[in-house]
């Protein structure tokens, strides 16, 4: 974790930002979570959660090519997973997504914009809520089951009109296994062997932001 914020401090270190480059507004959408098992019969239904904070967004083509910029979000966002509607995972995240993003002009106000990158993640919230007997029954996640810190890809398509509002799609999945301690399941081997059980946050979002 520290060699990769190192690794970001130093890159925006070296980029010479200016005011008519740098442009920002707020941004906010709904996501679409699922909690990946590496025993797939675990993983969870779709789990529905938000996201909401700033984006930047800084122009590269000085740099690259005409087209080119490099987008960041600082948000907080709320993922998850859903098991038959009796229990489901709450996951809130500080998140911070760098796209390396290229913007087509499309002529008209309208152009289309799609972007790839890392994201890192620092979960703040993390419950686990089960219904017993008609009443709701919560326990920690973080720090008990799963690790606080995420890191995944992260990718996007969208459209940008009068050179304001921005709707957008996007996925984005975990590289980390969030399990901090768990039990082992059987592989499926005639042999009886073991695998310690993983879990990866993946996650589907649509969004908007208004760029000033």
């Not at 010479?16 to 480059?21: E, I, K, P, R, T």
Request: net charge neutral; hydrophobic share 40%; aromatic share 16%.
């Amino acid at each position: 974790m520290k060699r990769i914020l190192t690794l970001l401090v130093a890159v925006i270190a070296t980029v010479n930002l200016s005011a008519q480059d740098l442009r920002w507004g707020p941004t906010a959408g709904i996501n679409f979570a699922w909690a990946h098992f590496s025993n797939k019969a675990s993983t969870s239904d779709c789990y529905i959660g938000f996201n909401a904070g700033v984006k930047a967004e800084y122009d590269m083509s000085q740099y690259i090519t005409d087209g080119f910029l490099l987008d960041a979000r600082l948000l907080y966002t709320l993922k998850g997973g859903q098991w038959a509607g009796s229990q489901h995972h709450n996951l809130g995240y500080l998140e911070l997504p760098i796209n390396l993003t290229y913007r087509y002009d499309l002529g008209g106000d309208v152009k289309l914009f799609g972007g790839l990158g890392p994201y890192l993640g620092l979960g703040v919230l993390g419950k686990h809520v089960q219904k017993v007997d008609g009443a709701k029954v919560k326990s920690d996640l973080f720090g008990e089951l799963y690790k606080r810190f995420d890191f995944g890809l992260n990718y996007n398509l969208g459209v940008e009109i009068w050179d304001n509002w921005q709707f957008f799609i996007g996925f984005e999945h975990s590289l980390l296994n969030s399990m901090k301690s768990g039990g082992d399941f059987p592989d499926g081997g005639d042999g009886g062997d073991y695998k310690k059980l993983k879990m990866r946050p993946l996650n589907f979002y649509i969004g908007t932001a208004f760029m000033f």
